[in-house]
């Protein structure tokens, strides 16, 4: 168990209204992951994060905020959910630092339980 | 990013061997060759990496073309959990900071 949460595990909301979705890891590893998974499309990477406040955009980050003021927690933001937003969102992790040293090959990403957000 | 292609799905029956091809002829020279597995309603799981060499591990082997352009992961005796989507994953070396790119991947079923 690689000590990833996610939170809210079920959402449903409003278009229009604001989603922040939080990704919680007790391992610190040093990249954190936001992807999304519709039928069809398989999982895709909305942003990545490779070290607090170091935050890039993945293939599908339109519609998609990310921060990362700590270690240990990613979070997402829809500024202003639309119904093609609606999807399971899994956060994933990988990189595990251990004081005095830094694991940069660490190849193996951790994923979360998974949120399943609904916007009407 | 160089691509994978994989069947859509594969059946077995339980504790006989299953081997699941992954053709990546667009691989380059610093792409690891990562497999992946998503069991029902769960997040992906980790099952193997490799880069030259055939390799093993307590869940699976992955065994490498000698032009890397193909692999196959061999699950040595399938049981009914080991039923899910199996993700063949191509990850670039260097800076990636392993991003990963998934397809569609293969759907095995597994027979009692």
């Known amino acids: 168990d690689a000590g990833i949460t996610q939170s809210p595990r079920h959402k449903v909301t409003e278009t229009g209204t604001p989603v922040t979705l939080r990704c919680h890891q007790t391992?610190?590893?040093?990249?954190m992951y936001w992807y999304r998974q519709d039928p069809g499309h398989g999982l895709r990477l909305i942003h990545y994060?490779?070290?607090?406040?170091?935050?890039d955009k993945g293939e599908v980050s339109d519609g998609y905020s990310v921060s990362r003021s700590k270690t240990e927690d990613f979070l997402l933001t829809l500024e202003s959910a639309t119904s093609s937003q609606t999807s399971v969102y899994f956060c994933?992790?990988?990189?595990?630092?251990?004081?005095?040293?830094?694991?940069?090959?660490?190849?193996?990403?951790?994923f979360g339980p998974g949120t399943r957000l609904t916007v009407l | 990013d160089a691509k994978t292609t994989q069947p859509n799905s594969m059946e077995s029956n339980e504790e006989e061997p299953v081997h699941l091809p992954c053709n990546h002829s667009?691989?380059?020279?610093?792409?690891?060759i990562h497999w992946y597995r998503q069991l029902p309603s769960q997040g992906p799981e980790y099952v193997i990496h490799?880069?030259?060499s055939n390799v093993n591990n307590r869940m699976a082997s992955l065994a490498i073309a000698e032009d890397r352009k193909s692999s196959t992961l061999i699950l040595h005796r399938a049981t009914l959990r080991d039923a899910a989507v199996y993700y063949c994953?191509?990850?670039?070396?260097?800076?990636?900071?392993?991003?990963?790119?998934f397809g569609q991947g293969t759907i095995l079923t597994v027979h009692p």
């Open positions: 490799g880069l030259t």
């Open positions: 994953i191509l990850r670039g070396g260097g800076t990636s900071y392993g991003k990963l790119t």
């Open positions: 994933a992790i990988s990189g595990r630092h251990i004081k005095g040293h830094d694991i940069k090959r660490d190849n193996e990403q951790f």
């Open positions: 994060s490779y070290g607090v406040k170091d935050t």
């Open positions: 391992e610190n590893h040093r990249y």
């Open positions: 667009t691989i380059s020279g610093t792409d690891y």
